[in-house]
C-alpha cells in the first residue's frame, strides 16, 4: 500500500486549503482512511477519518465544523478540506489506512500505512 499526500502550503488566517491522499497498491473497500497532524513538539492528533465504502466520517471536535474528509473511489483519493485555516493549524498533516485493526479509528496506532506528511503553514 503507498499513500502519497500533497497539497500542503503555506496560507493566511482564514484560507482554505485542500489536501489529497492518493492510495495505491491494492483495493481499499475494507478500509478506514484517516488524516492526521503533527505539530512541532506535540503529539499526532486525529482529525478526521472515512470508511471507504459506506462514506461514513468521523471528526475530532477541534475541526468539526471547519474540516471536511471525503473519498473519490474512482480516483482512489482521499481529501481533506479545510476551511477558516488557523495558525494554530499549522502542522504536518498525514493521511493513513487502517483495516483490521481493534483500535479505535481515532488511534493513531490503528493505522498501518502511513503517507509521507505534507507541510501546512497558517500565518496569521
Known amino acids: 500500500v503507498q499513500l502519497q499526500a500533497s497539497g500542503g502550503g503555506v496560507v493566511q488566517a482564514g484560507d482554505s486549503l485542500r489536501l489529497s491522499c492518493a492510495a495505491s497498491g491494492r483495493t481499499f473497500s475494507g478500509y478506514t482512511m484517516g488524516w492526521f497532524r503533527q505539530a512541532p513538539g506535540k503529539e499526532r492528533e486525529f482529525l478526521a477519518a472515512i470508511t471507504w465504502i459506506s462514506g461514513i466520517a468521523y471528526y475530532a471536535d477541534s475541526v468539526k465544523g471547519r474540516f471536511a474528509i471525503s473519498r473519490d473511489s474512482a480516483k482512489n483519493t482521499v481529501y481533506l478540506q479545510m476551511n477558516s485555516l488557523k495558525p494554530e493549524d499549522t502542522a504536518v498533516y498525514y493521511c493513513?489506512?487502517?483495516?483490521?485493526?481493534?483500535?479505535?479509528?481515532?488511534?493513531?496506532?490503528?493505522?498501518?500505512?502511513w503517507g509521507q506528511g505534507t507541510l501546512v503553514t497558517v500565518s496569521s
Open positions: 493513513a489506512a487502517r483495516t483490521g485493526s481493534s483500535r479505535s479509528h481515532v488511534d493513531f496506532r490503528a493505522y498501518a500505512y
